[in-house]
């Protein structure tokens, strides 16, 4: 069975992006492999917000190679016909999810926004949390986690499972796991 691995940059103060959206904050380290952190993953699930970031990039955009089936984007206002090299997943999502996540095969990186982080903790389909903090205080923002409801909101323990720092640019990597049943 995959895991679903929410991997992400954050400020020191838990955000991944500024009010606006932006993230001009995030610290580059030329040190972090992209490629092969790419390589283990089968699936690239993200909000809309999400997925209009990485494409800014253009033709560095690291999702442009990938099949159409391995980029699945969350959203109620896309229309599939106007994005052919992206999956959109409109409301049924969480099912859609858990469906490719039971297969076998490589994890499924979560890449944002809090929103839908919220959605995928409340379906407890968050295995492992991959924080990269930077060394940036934003203030305020986009919470990595929107505000939780229902029976999530008493939250979940976490296992921290590794800590790497990047001596060149002071980013401290977190790995947890997510543990539901505690």
């Not at 932006?22 to 993200?46: C, K, P, R, V």
């Not at 839908?116 to 903790?121: F, G, Y």
């Not at 940036?136 to 790497?164: C, F, H, N, P, Q």
Request: glycine fraction near 8%; aromatic fraction near 8%.
């Amino acid at each position: 069975m995959r895991r679903i691995r929410y991997n992400a940059a954050i400020s020191l103060d838990g955000f991944i992006a500024s009010p606006d959206g932006s993230t001009h904050w995030i610290t580059e380290d030329d040190s972090i492999d992209f490629d092969a952190l790419h390589a283990e993953f089968d699936y690239h699930i993200m909000g809309r917000k999400t997925y209009e970031v990485v494409t800014s990039y253009g033709a560095a955009n690291p999702l442009a190679a990938k099949a159409k089936e391995n980029v699945l984007v969350v959203s109620r206002t896309m229309k599939q016909e106007e994005h052919p090299g992206i999956t959109i997943l409109r409301h049924d999502f969480i099912h859609t999810i858990r469906q490719l996540k039971a297969q076998q095969g490589r994890d499924m990186w979560f890449m944002g926004g809090g929103q839908l982080a919220a959605a995928l903790w409340e379906a407890r389909l968050i295995d492992v949390v991959e924080m990269a903090v930077m060394p940036a205080v934003v203030g305020r923002g986009i919470k990595m986690i929107a505000e939780l409801e229902g029976t999530a909101k008493s939250g979940y323990r976490l296992d921290l499972s590794a800590v790497e720092r990047l001596h060149k640019s002071g980013i401290v990597i977190l790995k947890y796991a997510v543990l539901y049943d505690c």
